[in-house]
């Protein structure tokens, strides 16, 4: 991994802001994703990551968190919070923004426990692909305290596969829908192509019902996307 989204957010915290990222998958044409979106207040966030974050309670491990907004939001009303990263840039931006407690770390070598374990904006992706969500779903249920809670979004993306005709194109023979190859690319230079997921609700409950797990809709987004809350 070169880390070009590390470097993307380094560059724009230290005022070398020139280009967005661009990114794709192999279902979909490329997009912006604005720089300056990965710094928003928590005001100008979506109303699932506002909800999640009203959710939190007692000690945070905020798991993939980019430039440290929603960390800093916490902090700023008294809790204790952790946040990792497998980005070095993302880490050194969220030291450099203020956050407290930062390592670079992957959630499948965290030891510490938790009341709270926020994973947002499609918190499934770190999962990459099906066969690996019970592995994942394990790992964060041996990082709860008692009475703990994960507080993970995603999106259904069927919707992606839907043709004029209200049909769908799907590759039955092909792996789960929500699989997606990830492609990043940051002032001309390309990412190492990445695997993401994206869960519906009902297969993310039943995952964690095999691991022992209990999965609730906390909320239901505008647009397909939703929030979950998870606990033992």
């Known amino acids: ?7 993307a957010l380094l560059d724009y915290q230290n005022g070398n802001y020139s280009e967005d990222i661009i990114t794709s998958t192999h279902i979909s044409d490329e997009d912006v994703l604005p720089l300056p979106y990965l710094f928003r207040e928590y005001k100008d966030m979506p109303k699932i990551e506002q909800k999640a ?3 939190c309670k007692g000690d945070i491990l905020d798991v993939g968190c980019g430039s440290g907004s ?7 009303k008294g809790y204790k919070v952790k946040v990792i990263d497998i980005s070095k840039g993302a880490i050194e931006v969220s030291k450099q923004r203020g956050v407290l407690h930062a390592e670079v770390l992957n ?8 009341d709270t374990i926020l994973l947002l904006m499609n918190g499934t992706g770190i999962f990459q692909e099906l066969t690996q969500v019970s592995k994942y779903l394990s790992q964060l249920k041996t990082l709860l305290n008692p009475g703990g809670q994960i507080l993970i979004d995603s999106s259904d993306i069927k919707y992606m596969y839907e043709d004029e005709d209200g049909g769908f194109w799907m590759d039955m023979n092909a792996g789960y829908y929500g699989e997606l190859d990830y492609f990043l690319s940051y002032k001309g ?3 190492s192509p990445m695997k993401w997921l994206y869960l519906d609700f009902e297969t993310l409950k039943l995952a964690c019902e095999t691991v022992g797990l209990t999965c609730e809709m906390s909320m239901e ?6 929030l979950a809350r998870i606990t033992i």
Do not use: A, P, V
């Open 1 to 7: 991994m070169k880390d070009l989204f590390g470097n």
């Open 53 to 55: 974050l009203k959710l």
């Open 70 to 76: 929603h960390s800093l939001y916490l902090q700023s």
């Open 107 to 114: 959630i499948l070598d965290e030891t510490e426990t938790f």
């Open 189 to 191: 230079e390309k990412e």
């Open 221 to 226: 987004g505008e647009h397909f996307d939703y």
